[in-house]
Each structure stands twice: as C-alpha cells, then as structure tokens.
C-alpha cells in the first residue's frame, strides 16, 4: 500500500511529541494516583481525657414488702420496652448492687414494710466541677434513689433537680468539688461525616467507648427538637451519656436507636447539647421547663396544595385547627391559614413551628406571616404557655338520600343553624357521600367542606356553581374540616365525578 509522504512526516512528528512529553506524562500519572492518605483518628487521648467525667447511673425503687421485685434483668428490659423496642437483657451485676433486696433503713416499727430494688442502669456526665450532671429524663423517670459512680469508684447519692420528657433532659447535683467535668461544644457547628465518639455503660459494662460518624444532623424525631443521627453503637444502658467531637468537646447526649431486634442496628440518635443546656438552665432555675404555644393544630403543606394556593414553593405550616378560646383565635388566625414566617424566621416545614414558639417566653407578643386567600399577612398573636394537649373530638354525620355528584365527586347539603353551632363553623356545606376523586383522597361522609381554592363557602349552591367552572386540567384545593381540623385536599375534576 502507497502511503503519502506528508502523512509518513506528520506520524513520525506526533511519535516524537508523545516520546518527548512522556516522562512529564509519567510525572503527572504518579501525581494524579497518589493521593495525599488520611490517618484514622486515634480516640485513646480524647478517652483519657474526658472518660474521668462520664459517670454511670443507677436508680433503686422502693416497693412493699411481697410486693413482686424487679431484677437486673427487669430493669434493662423496662429500659428496652420504654425506649428501644427491644428485649430482655442478660443479667448483670453491678457494683453495690445486691441481687436481693435491701431493707429501707428509715421504716418505722408498725409501718408497712419497704425495700430498696434495682430499677435501671444509665450514663452520664459532669458539667460543673461543684457536682451539676446530665442524663436523660428516661434514665432517672420514676426512680425512688438515684446513685452516680464515677471512673475512681466513688459513689454519690444524687438529687434529681429537674427532668423533661419533651426533650429527654435531666439535670442530677452531687455533692461535691473539684470534680472532672467535661467540655462542652457547639452543636450547630457539627457536620455529617464529622467523627464521634460515645462514652457510657452498656449492659452496666462501666466507661464503654465507642466511635462511629455522624449520619445527619438535624432528624426530625420530635416535636420539640431535631436530633443528631450517629452510626455510634449504642445499646441500653449508653442512655444519658455524652456524644463527643474529636476536640473532645459534648456535642449532644445519647438518647435512643432505632432497632427491629432489640440490639444496635447502626443508628442512634443524639439530643443536640445546645438545646440540652438550655433546658438545664431552666431546670436549674425552677425545677421545671416552660414553653410558648399559640394553640394551633398545624400540617404540611404539600406540593399540590401550594401550588393551587398560589405559594411559589411547598412551604410553611397549614393551620389545620384553631383551638377555641386560644391565642391564635384572638389574634385573627383561622383554619386554613399557612404560617409562612414566626417572628420573622421562615416556616420551612411544619414541624419548625412548634420549635420556635416553643422557644418563645409566655406572654410575649409574636408576628406570624400566614398565606391567605392569595396574600400575605402578618397577624399579631400572645404567646401563652403550653398544658397538655387535648384530643381532638371526632364527629361524623349519617349521609341522607344521595344525589348526583358534581365534578369532584361530591353530593353536598347545606349545613342547618344548630349543625354550624355544633360543629363550631360559620359556613360551608356537609358532604353526604364522597365517590371517585373525593373518595379516593379520603373524604367522606360527615365532613364540612369550607373553602375552594380561595372562596369561602356559603351554601351547596354556590359549591356546585363554582365546581362546575372548575379546569379540568387543575387541581383545586378544597378546605375540609373533619371534627376540630381541617386540612387542603387538591382534588382534579373529572367529567363525571367518578
């Protein structure tokens, strides 16, 4: 074959190019495949430095004479059942801790007899060289006796000076001085994938170390606070003990797993320490922890729902029910409302509210931004503290004679005056059966329906009329109240309702 002389010449000079950039090829090759290698972090300092401040928590019960006693194993297991789902514990032997029961020293001739029993095992740590210490609330809950051995072998008899179970936060004082306490971080720095490490008595197994990485850092688990997600092994008994940065600063208290099988399954969940401190500075002030509430009942707001509603994101907390009397009631709030911002801090899912006003002192006055009828609002609300919440009363209604459903699957009839008072409404119309659409959203007979889109319903009439010029290719977003809640359905309209 006759191949051209210029194609010869210019294949000898790319030959030549390769062979002379070769060696600064080779060069970079080498760079490119050697990274730089990251060491393993080594815990051992970090452990001799914070392990003197990690304690561990026994509680003691005092119950009557015959009166059937718990064991070790029971106390781990009561720890399982309340907080990890689990099963029975093998039975360990703790240090001053007999296997059989102790008669209560302070009894009376003539009173009815009582004796001191194991109830649980916990961790926990040293805040305050005078003798101030935190554990969870589950540890300590019920407990008649609380002792607190530290890594010298000491053993205190410690007060409980405050708990809350919202939280999981416990705030314990031993006397004593010069104790080892342990630094304290900042959990809004943490990051996922920063080490950890976790220091406790699993099983009663005293100053356990493990490590591991954080896997989230802020998991919804709680109405109150976001907690940190770990893949540190904890197991019963780690409760209350310290998470630790490589700084060997506390950046949250360990508080529970998740497990289908009783053990650790490689995620834990730690209670952030910022927060934990600011609930044992109150707990250290008064015994007790106050919170804000506006009395609202609050959901999510969908997709579908922000979209028919003219929000340009699925954003904020739909005001699903208004508790009678309530401040949210005074201050103009309404069923249906989205809370978009409180005090000026965005409402990026539902459950940011209840966290913010929370956080609020009662009797403050807050502004709360809401989304309504295709505008925004501020509305003015005093926050009050918060009680225990009440259930929710659910009323529903027998469905008289049906008529043909409209577009969206609905047979409507307007509501009497003695209906309004007892359901507690000004407008609206009662479904009396819900087909196709509606009842594949889950509405039902019984329910009221109060809004389409953004118009108040007045009657049945005028429900329908407003059904009928509906596009076909939209969803619409139907307010439904069901008993003390209501909540936006987006519904599309089809030609028969079906």
Same mark, same amino acid.
Request: proline share 6%; charged share 25%; no cysteine.
């Given at each position: ?6 194609? %010869? ?77 689990? /099963? ?16 209560? !020293? ?50 205190? $008899? ?16 031993? @006397? ?25 008595? !699993? ?27 770990? @893949? ?40 952030? %320490? ?26 999510? /707001? ?16 739909? *005001? ?9 009631? $005074? ?7 989205? %809370? ?27 502004? /709360? ?13 005093? *926050? ?29 009839? @307007?509501?009497?005056?003695?209906? $309004?008072?007892?359901?507690? +409404? ?51 977003? +139907? ?20």
């Amino acid at each position: 074959m006759m191949i051209p002389a210029k194609k %010869i010449l210019l294949s000898s000079l790319l030959s030549a190019s390769i062979f002379a950039l070769s060696p600064a090829l080779t060069g970079l090759s080498a760079a490119v495949a050697a990274p730089a290698v990251a060491g393993l972090p080594d815990f051992a300092d970090i452990v001799d430095r914070t392990g003197p401040g990690v304690v561990n928590i026994r509680t003691t019960e005092r119950v009557k004479t015959g009166q059937p006693q718990a064991g070790a194993d029971d106390e781990e297991m009561q720890e399982f059942f309340r907080r990890f789902f689990g /099963v029975p514990m093998p039975r360990q032997q703790q240090p001053n801790t007999p296997n059989t029961p102790r008669p209560n !020293p302070n009894r009376k001739g003539g009173s009815a007899q009582q004796e001191e029993v194991p109830r649980g095992v916990g961790s926990g740590f040293i805040i305050s060289a005078d003798g101030y210490i935190m554990t969870n609330a589950h540890v300590v809950e019920g407990a008649s006796d609380v002792y607190v051995t530290l890594t010298d072998k000491r053993e205190f $008899k410690a007060k409980i000076i405050g708990s809350d179970t919202r939280t999981d936060v416990a705030l314990l004082k031993i @006397d004593g001085t010069s104790l080892p306490r342990l630094v304290i971080g900042d959990s809004d720095k943490i990051r996922a994938g920063e080490w950890v490490l976790a220091i406790g008595s !699993p099983f009663g197994l005293e100053n356990t170390v493990t490590a591991g990485i954080i896997s989230a850092k802020a998991r919804d688990t709680g109405d109150y606070l976001p907690l940190i997600q770990t @893949d540190v092994a904890v197991n019963p008994g780690n409760s209350g003990g310290p998470l630790i940065n490589l700084k060997g600063e506390v950046i949250g208290i360990n508080s529970q797993i998740y497990s289908r099988s009783g053990g650790f399954m490689g995620i834990s969940f730690a209670v952030p %320490i910022d927060e934990a401190l600011r609930v044992s500075d109150q707990l250290k002030a008064s015994g007790r922890v106050t919170r804000g509430r506006i009395g609202v009942q609050i959901g999510e /707001v969908t997709k579908d729902v922000a979209e028919s509603l003219g929000l340009a994101k699925a954003q904020g907390a739909l *005001v699903q029910r208004i508790e009678p009397g309530g401040p949210a009631e $005074k201050g103009g709030l309404e069923a249906g409302d989205i %809370i978009l911002k409180f005090n000026g801090v965005a409402i990026e899912k539902p459950s940011d509210l209840p966290r913010m006003v929370g956080g609020t002192k009662p009797g403050s006055r807050a502004t /709360v931004n809401i989304w309504r009828k295709g505008s925004a609002r501020d509305i003015a609300v005093t *926050v009050v503290e918060i009680e225990a919440d009440k259930p929710a009363k659910v009323e529903e209604k027998k469905p008289k004679q049906e008529a043909a459903p409209n577009s969206l699957g609905l047979v409507v009839s @307007d509501l009497s005056d003695a209906q $309004k008072k007892e359901l507690k +409404v000004d407008s609206g119309v009662l479904v009396e059966s819900a087909v196709g659409v509606a009842a594949a959203a889950g509405l039902r007979a019984g329910d009221v329906v109060q809004r389409l889109n953004d118009v108040d319903i007045k009657d049945s009439r005028q429900f329908n009329g407003l059904v009928a010029k509906l596009d076909p290719k939209k969803r619409a977003a +139907v307010l439904v109240r069901r008993g003390d809640s209501s909540q936006f359905v987006p519904l599309r309209p089809s030609a028969s309702g079906n």
